[in-house]
C-alpha cells in the first residue's frame, strides 16, 4: 500500500494532489552554505552551520527537524531578521535572481512583507496586542504600495474572506485579544498573503493551535498557496503533518540539512540514519502495541559540535571515517544527502 | 468598565474618610484644639467662645460630623492667623502656580524620558546609552534643592541669565492666573522647571529603558519587522504604544509627587505656590491652613490615582475586557 | 531540634556564593569607586573631632573678622588656612563641613536601621499569618507609600517640633513601609516552599520559622532597599534642614548648612553653599551607585 495514502488517512480533512512543478521552472531560491553564528560570550554557537535549499517558484518543502535544530533561525536568516551577535554568511543566497547579500537594509526591508513574507509559531504574541486588526493588515499594504486607506482596507477584507474568517469587516475592527488562537493564525496568513508574495516562510504555525484547527489551516495554506502559485518553507518538527502538504522535504539536524528529496522518496526510501529514526519514532497502525522507537542518545549542544559529521554520536551506522565532515551529495535526481554512508534503512 | 471606575470611586472616598478621620484625630484629640485653632494671641475670654463655637462639649462622633461638613460641605478650615482670610481661599489663590510648574516639569520630563529611554533601551551596550542611564543615577539622586541651588548659583549669579527666584508677570487665563503666557513668565519658569524636571526625567528614562527592553524582543515587533515596515514605524507605533502604558501610569503617579514635593523648590526660588505657603504656614503655626492643604492634597491624590487608573484602562485594551467581563 | 547543622557542603557553597557577589559587585566600576568614596566619607566622619582644624560650633575659637573669607585665606591669627572659606558667623567652612556630615551620617544610619527593623518585621509577620492580617497590613502599607514622603514628614515634624531625634522619628514613619512591602514580597515566595510547611507541621513556634528560615531570603532584596533608602533619608533630612523644620541651629547637618548659606549666594559668598552642597551631593550619589549595582545583581530583570 502506498505511505502516501496510509499518512493521509488519519489527518483531517481531504488530501489535495501533491503536485509537483514541471522541474524545468526556474530556481525562485537558491541557498548553498548558510551559516549563521551567534557570536556571544560563552563561544560561538553555530546555529546554522551550512544550510543547501532549493526552492522552484510555487513549490512546497517541509523543513523538518527537532527543536532546536536551527530550523527557526533558518528562516530569520532568509529574511535577515537575526539579531545581533548573530552573523549570516552563505557561499550562494539568491531570491528570485537576486544576490540577498548584497542587497542594502532598505531594499531588504522593501523585499519583506512583499515578495518574502513570514507566518510565526505563536498567534497570541504575533499581533501587536495594543493596536487593531485593520491597522496592522492596512499598515502592511501600504509600507510596499501607495495605495490609499480604503484600497488597502479593501484589500484586507477580501484576504480574509480568503483565509475562512466569517464577517470580516466587525472582525477587523476588533484587537487581537478579543480573538482565538486559531482566527489570529488566520489573520497571520492573511497578513502574509496580502501583498502577493513569491515565498512564504511559515514557521510552526500550527504547533501552538488545536490538533482540530490544524488540519484546518493546514489545507487551507495549501489551497491559498497552490491558488496564487506561491512558494512556501513549512517548518515543523511534526513529520506527519508535513508529508501530506509538502512538495518536498528537507530533513534537518543540528544546524545542517541533511536530507533533502521529494517527499514520496524519503517516506518510501529515506537515506540517512536521522531521517530513518524520525520516521521510524512516528506511531503507526503497525507500531501499535509495540515499545516506540527513539534515537539514542540525545542532540549536542550548539557550542559543543562533534567534529565531522553530527550525528555521528547516535548513529548505527558510525564509522571512523565520520570524523571527517561529509559532502553533500546527490544520491539519485533530486535525492541529496549529507552522509558517508547513505542507504535504505536495514 | 463602568462598574469598575464606581469601585474605584468608592474606594477613594474610602480613603478620603480614612484620612479625614486621621487629621481630625490628630486636631482633636492630640493637644488641645483650642490653642490648636485659635490664635496664639486670642484671650480666655475668646478661646471660650472658640470652645463654645466648636462644640467641644459635644460627643466625638458628633464633633467629626461637624468636621466633615464644614470640611467638605461648605469648604470651611477657618482663617488663616496670618491673614484672616478663609484659608482655603488662600490656598485656591496659589494652586495655579504650583500646576503651572508641575505640569510643565512633567511635560518637559516625559518629552526628553521617553526618546532618551527608548534609546538607551535600543543599544544598551552603547556608550551613549550607559551615560544616558549614568546620568538618570545622577538625576534622582541627587536632592532636589541642590539641584536647584546650582542651577541658580550657575545661571543666575554667575551667568545673569535666568532669574533667581520669584515668578513672572501673571495674565487671567478663565479663572486662574497663568504665568506661561510671556517670555518673561517663561524665563523665570525655566529654572524651577529644570529643577524639578531632573529627577521626573531621570526616573522616566529608567522606565522607558525597562519597558523598551521588555518589549523589544518581542514576536509582534519581530512580525512588523518581517512584514517590512520602516524602523519608524516599527518603534515609533508599534513599541511606543506598548511603552507608554507603563510610562503613562507612572507619569501619572509622580504628578502627585510632584505636586507635593513643589515644596522644596518652591521655597529655594521663591515661588508664590502652595509648596511655600505650606511651609511659611507650618514655621508661622498657622494650623488652618495646614490642615486645609492637607484636605486638598489627600483629595487631589486620591482623584489622580483614580484617573491613572481610568487612564490605564483606556490605553490597554486587554484591561479593557478584562474590567468590562 | 535544632536545624541549624553546617555540613562541609554547606558552608562551601555559601563561601562560594560570597565569592561570586564579590566578583559581581567588583565589575562595575561606578559602584567601586561610590563604595570607596562612601568608606571615605564615613572616616571622615568618625574622624571628625580630630581632623577638623577648628571646632566650629565652640564660640569661643571664632573670631568675627574671619567671617566670609574666600576659600584658600589664611586666618587674621595666621594659625591656620581656611582651603574651603569661612561662612556668616566664621566658622571654617571644611570643620562645619565634617560635623555636618556626622549629623547627616547619624540620622541617616538611624533611621535607615530602626525602619528596617520595624519594616521588616511587619513585613515578616504579615506574610506568615496570611489572610485578613496580611490585607489590613498591606492595605496600611499602601495608604502610606502613595503619599509623597515629603509631605508626611513635614506633617510629623509640625507636629512634633524641632529636633535630631524627631527629624529620626519622621524618616523612620516614612521609610518603614518600603521595607515592609520588600520584605513581604521576599517572605511570600519563600513560605509557600514546601520546607517552610513542614516546619509549621513539625509545630515549631511562629518566631522561630520567622527568623530562621523567612528572614534570610528577605536579605538580598532588603539590603538594596537598605542602601538606595539611606540615600534617601540623608537626602530627604537634609531638604527638611533646609527648609527650616529639620534639625536644629545648634547641630547642624549639611542640609542646615547649605540653608545658611542660601543667603549669601546671592551676594557672591558662593563658598559657604556650595561645598557643604558639593559633599552632600558626593555622598548621596556614592551610595545610590553602589545601591543601583547591588540592584542590578540582585534583581537582573527589575531595572527600573
Known amino acids: 500500500m502506498c505511505p502516501l495514502v496510509s499518512f493521509g488517512t488519519f489527518r483531517q480533512g481531504p488530501l489535495l494532489q501533491t503536485r509537483a512543478p514541471s522541474s524545468s521552472s526556474p530556481c525562485l531560491l537558491d541557498v548553498q552554505g548558510l551559516r549563521t553564528w551567534f557570536h556571544t560570550r560563552a563561544g560561538v554557537v553555530k546555529a546554522v552551520d551550512g544550510v543547501c535549499l532549493q526552492l522552484k517558484q510555487g ?56 515578495e518574502m513574507a513570514m507566518i510565526f509559531q505563536d498567534p497570541m504574541m504575533t499581533l501587536n496586542p495594543t493596536l487593531r486588526v485593520d491597522t496592522q493588515m492596512i499598515e502592511t499594504v501600504q509600507a510596499h504600495e501607495s495605495v490609499s486607506r480604503r484600497a488597502a482596507r ?92 509538502a512538495d518536498r522535504l528537507a530533513v534537518m539536524y543540528a544546524g545542517r540539512i541533511v536530507e533533502t528529496a521529494p ?84 | 468598565m463602568l462598574s469598575s471606575i464606581v469601585r474605584r470611586l468608592l474606594q477613594t472616598i474610602g480613603v478620603v474618610l480614612v484620612m479625614s478621620a486621621l487629621v481630625f484625630a490628630a486636631l482633636y484629640l492630640i493637644g488641645d484644639p483650642v490653642s490648636m485653632l485659635a490664635s496664639p494671641e486670642a484671650t480666655e475670654a475668646e478661646r471660650e467662645l472658640i470652645r463654645q463655637s466648636l462644640g467641644l462639649d459635644l460627643p466625638l462622633w458628633h464633633q467629626y460630623l461637624i468636621f466633615l461638613n464644614k470640611a467638605f460641605v461648605h469648604l470651611d478650615f477657618g482663617n488663616s492667623f496670618l491673614t484672616g482670610e478663609p484659608a482655603m481661599r488662600l490656598i485656591f489663590e496659589r494652586m495655579p502656580a504650583t500646576l503651572e510648574l508641575a505640569t510643565a516639569a512633567m511635560l518637559l520630563a516625559v518629552l526628553i524620558g521617553v526618546p532618551l529611554g527608548i534609546y538607551a533601551g535600543l543599544k544598551p551596550e552603547n556608550f551613549g546609552a550607559r551615560s544616558v542611564m549614568t546620568g538618570s543615577v545622577l538625576g534622582f539622586s541627587l536632592p532636589n534643592f541642590w539641584v536647584g541651588l546650582m542651577l541658580i548659583m550657575v545661571f543666575a549669579v554667575f551667568l545673569h541669565w535666568l532669574p533667581a527666584g520669584g515668578r513672572g508677570p501673571v495674565e487671567a487665563f478663565g479663572p486662574i492666573q497663568l504665568s506661561v503666557f510671556s517670555w518673561e513668565g517663561w524665563r523665570s519658569l525655566m529654572l524651577p522647571v529644570a529643577t524639578i524636571a531632573t529627577a521626573k526625567c531621570a526616573l522616566i528614562i529608567r522606565v522607558a529603558r525597562a519597558a523598551t527592553r521588555e518589549c523589544l524582543p518581542l514576536d509582534y515587533i519581530k512580525f512588523a519587522r518581517a512584514r517590512g515596515l520602516s524602523e519608524t514605524r516599527v518603534l515609533g507605533v508599534h513599541l511606543l504604544k506598548n511603552i507608554l502604558i507603563p510610562i503613562v501610569t507612572i507619569a501619572g503617579l509622580e504628578y502627585g509627587q510632584v505636586f507635593a514635593f513643589a515644596v522644596v523648590t518652591e521655597t529655594v526660588f521663591s515661588w508664590p505656590g502652595i509648596g511655600k505657603l505650606l511651609i511659611d504656614s507650618i514655621i508661622t503655626l498657622d494650623r488652618p491652613v495646614v490642615v486645609a492643604y492637607l484636605m486638598l492634597t489627600v483629595v487631589f491624590l486620591s482623584l489622580l490615582n483614580l484617573l491613572v487608573d481610568i487612564i490605564y484602562t483606556i490605553l490597554d485594551p486587554r484591561v479593557q475586557s478584562k474590567a468590562g467581563a | 531540634m535544632d536545624i541549624a547543622l553546617e555540613s562541609p557542603a554547606v558552608r562551601a557553597k555559601r563561601e562560594s556564593m560570597l565569592r561570586v557577589f564579590a566578583e559581581q559587585f567588583l565589575s562595575s566600576k561606578l559602584a567601586v569607586l561610590g563604595l570607596i568614596l562612601l568608606v571615605l566619607f564615613l572616616c571622615l566622619a568618625i574622624l571628625a573631632p580630630w581632623i577638623a582644624p577648628q571646632n566650629p560650633f565652640d564660640i569661643g575659637t571664632l573670631k568675627i573678622m574671619d567671617s566670609k573669607l574666600p576659600p584658600g585665606s589664611a586666618s587674621s591669627s595666621g594659625a591656620m588656612t581656611h582651603w574651603l572659606g569661612t561662612d556668616g558667623q566664621a566658622r571654617d567652612v571644611f570643620s562645619a563641613i565634617l560635623y555636618g556630615l556626622r549629623i547627616s551620617l547619624v540620622v541617616g544610619l538611624v533611621s535607615v536601621s530602626l525602619a528596617f527593623a520595624i519594616g521588616a518585621t511587619v513585613g515578616l509577620v504579615s506574610a506568615y499569618f496570611g489572610g485578613r492580617t496580611d490585607a489590613l497590613l498591606m492595605r496600611i502599607v499602601d495608604i502610606q507609600l502613595s503619599f509623597p514622603a515629603i509631605l508626611v514628614a513635614l506633617v510629623l515634624l509640625a507636629v512634633l517640633g524641632k529636633g535630631v531625634d524627631k527629624v529620626i522619628y519622621a524618616l523612620v514613619a516614612v521609610q518603614w513601609a518600603y521595607f515592609a512591602r520588600a520584605a513581604r514580597g521576599a517572605a511570600i515566595v519563600e513560605r509557600n516552599k514546601e520546607y517552610v510547611q513542614a516546619a509549621r507541621c513539625m509545630s515549631l513556634s511562629w518566631q522561630r520559622i520567622l527568623w530562621r528560615h523567612l528572614f534570610p531570603n528577605c536579605i538580598p532584596p532588603l539590603m538594596v532597599i537598605a542602601t538606595i533608602d539611606l540615600a534617601h533619608a540623608i537626602a530627604l533630612e537634609a531638604t527638611l534642614s533646609f527648609l527650616g523644620v529639620g534639625v536644629p541651629v545648634t547641630e547642624p547637618s549639611l542640609g542646615m548648612l547649605i540653608s545658611n548659606g542660601f543667603e549669601f549666594m546671592m551676594s557672591g559668598a558662593y563658598w559657604i553653599a556650595f561645598f557643604p552642597g558639593i559633599a552632600l551631593a558626593l555622598v548621596v550619589v556614592a551610595i545610590n551607585l553602589v545601591g543601583d549595582h547591588l540592584r542590578d545583581i540582585f534583581n537582573p530583570r527589575n531595572e527600573i
Not at chain 1, 527557526?72 to 552573523?87: A, C, E, H, Q
Not at chain 1, 485579544?177 to 501583498?195: D, T
Request: a neutral charge; one cysteine or more.
Open chain 1, 59 to 114: 513549490e512546497i518543502l517541509g523543513l523538518v527537524g527537532e527543536s532546536g535544530c536551527g530550523k527557526t533561525i533558518t528562516g530569520f536568516s532568509l529574511m535577515n531578521l537575526v539579531d545581533k551577535p548573530g552573523r549570516i554568511r552563505a557561499e550562494r543566497l539568491f531570491f528570485d535572481g537576486r544576490d540577498l547579500q548584497a542587497l542594502s537594509a532598505k531594499e531588504y526591508r522593501a523585499l519583506r512583507g512583499n
Open chain 1, 263 to 346: 517527499t514520496a522518496d524519503i517516506i518510501r526510501g529515506a537515506r540517512h540514519a536521522y531521517t530513518h529514526g524520525l520516521m521510524a519514532s512516528i506511531p503507526t497502525f503497525d507500531t501499535r502495541g509495540k515499545n516506540l522507537f527513539q534515537i539514542p542518545g540525545s542532540t549536542p549542544s550548539p557550542l559543543n559540535m562533534p567534529e565531522g559529521c553530527p550525528f555521528r554520536t547516535r548513529c548505527y551506522r558510525a564509522t571512523p571515517q565520520c570524523v571527517h565532515e561529509p559532502v553533500f551529495e546527490e544520491t539519485a535526481p533530486a535525492h541529496g544527502v549529507s552522509c558517508w554512508h547513505p542507504g535504505i534503512a536495514a
Open chain 1, 154 to 245: 479593501a484589500r484586507s477584507i477580501d484576504m480574509l474572506v480568503k483565509v475562512g474568517i466569517p464577517a470580516p469587516e466587525e472582525r477587523m475592527c476588533v484587537y487581537p485579544h478579543h480573538l482565538s488562537g486559531g482566527m489570529r493564525q488566520r489573520i497571520a496568513i492573511a497578513i502574509a498573503l496580502l501583498n502577493s508574495p513569491k515565498l512564504i516562510i511559515a514557521d510552526e504555525p500550527t504547533t501552538a493551535l488545536d490538533v482540530t484547527i490544524q488540519g484546518q489551516i493546514l489545507y487551507e495554506v495549501q489551497k491559498l498557496c497552490r491558488e496564487m502559485g506561491t512558494a512556501l518553507i513549512w517548518i515543523t518538527h511534526d513529520l506527519a503533518i508535513v508529508s501530506g502538504l
